[in-house]
């Protein structure tokens, strides 16, 4: 989990699955082809999972499982409005593990911390 990610794809700051696979390569000195078969596993093996009906668990990472959403009507985003069924569907979730919101959350160290910023004798607002 401390490996994280150097690569950032696009200028929008998304990460794609080229981007994954391109990391997996250079961290395992794999060709890109190799490394497209390992991601590619991963991926297919998290939706036959949830498919089964299986809850994935990926210690300090997350867990997926999916919700069910039930039957609903619903108006058509066109002009006519007219409303429609929409029926009971499986939506996968993920819910992020400690560690993920550990890792995301942690103050970098060039950044000071809040309180450092005040000017002494200021009050608040």
């Known amino acids: 989990?401390?490996?994280?990610?150097?690569?950032?794809?696009?200028?929008?700051?998304?990460?794609?699955?080229?981007?994954?696979?391109e990391q997996v390569a250079h961290v395992t000195d794999l060709t890109k082809k190799q490394a497209e078969v390992?991601?590619?596993?991963?991926?297919?093996?998290?939706?036959?999972?949830?498919?089964?009906g299986e809850k994935i668990e990926l210690r300090g990472f997350g867990s997926f499982r999916l919700r069910q959403r039930g039957a609903r009507i619903a108006r058509n985003p066109k002009r006519s409005g007219v409303k429609v069924m929409v029926p009971p569907k499986r939506v996968p979730y993920f819910k992020p593990g400690k560690r993920l919101k550990e890792l995301i959350n942690?103050?970098?160290p060039a950044a000071p911390a809040a309180a450092d910023d005040r000017v002494p004798g200021a009050g608040p607002g």
């Open 1 to 21: 989990m401390e490996r994280l990610l150097s690569v950032v794809g696009r200028a929008e700051g998304t990460t794609t699955k080229a981007d994954l696979v």
């Open 38 to 52: 390992i991601v590619d596993s991963v991926f297919d093996g998290i939706i036959a999972s949830l498919r089964s």
């Open 106 to 108: 942690q103050a970098t």
